[in-house]
């Protein structure tokens, strides 16, 4: 079962969206010069499809996005919510911030609409560095994927 840490209405996580992004809880990766260790600890609430609902529900219409942050411990289960998201909330964008370099072999992206993929390796920074080995990518309407990563690095002095 899923925990989540915490949640925020976040603006900058994927271009174009307000996201309500979900920190979850009990992250596996082990990324040396970890950027949440919070997110380490498996506790938290219980992340399931009825806690999932509520979470948006509380945000009303003020959002066109979910962001699950993490739960590459269990990305079955990270998938499962988003495909419920898809039943329940269909004019929501589904995104998912994986650390992983590459998903397990067959996992069905379906249900995403975005997927930001790589570990955080402090050297090269996150997405909005020049240097960073982290993607994101956004799904075409064929299915297939574009990335996007340069969209986070178009900002200017003032963000
Ligand atoms: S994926 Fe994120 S939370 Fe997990 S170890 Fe790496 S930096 Fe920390």
Request: with cysteine.
């Amino acid at each position: 079962m899923l925990r989540y840490a915490d949640t925020d209405v976040v603006f900058q996580e994927v271009p174009d969206e307000v996201s309500l992004a979900i920190s979850i809880a009990g992250c596996p990766n082990g990324c040396p010069g970890c950027h949440s260790p919070h997110l380490l600890d498996d506790a938290g609430p219980m992340l399931d499809a009825a806690e999932l609902h509520r979470l948006v529900e509380c945000c009303g219409s003020g959002i066109t996005c979910v962001c699950f942050m993490g739960g590459d411990a269990a990305p079955e289960q990270v998938r499962a919510l988003a495909l419920g998201l898809r039943e329940l909330h269909p004019h929501l964008r589904v995104a998912w911030y994986s650390g992983r370099q590459l998903l397990p072999q067959g996992f069905d992206t379906s249900a995403f609409d975005y997927i930001k993929l790589g570990p955080y390796v402090e050297a090269q920074g996150p997405l909005s560095s020049p240097t960073t080995n982290q993607r994101m990518l956004r799904r075409r309407p064929d299915g297939s994927w574009d990335d996007i990563t340069s969209r986070f690095q178009r900002r200017g002095p003032l963000g």
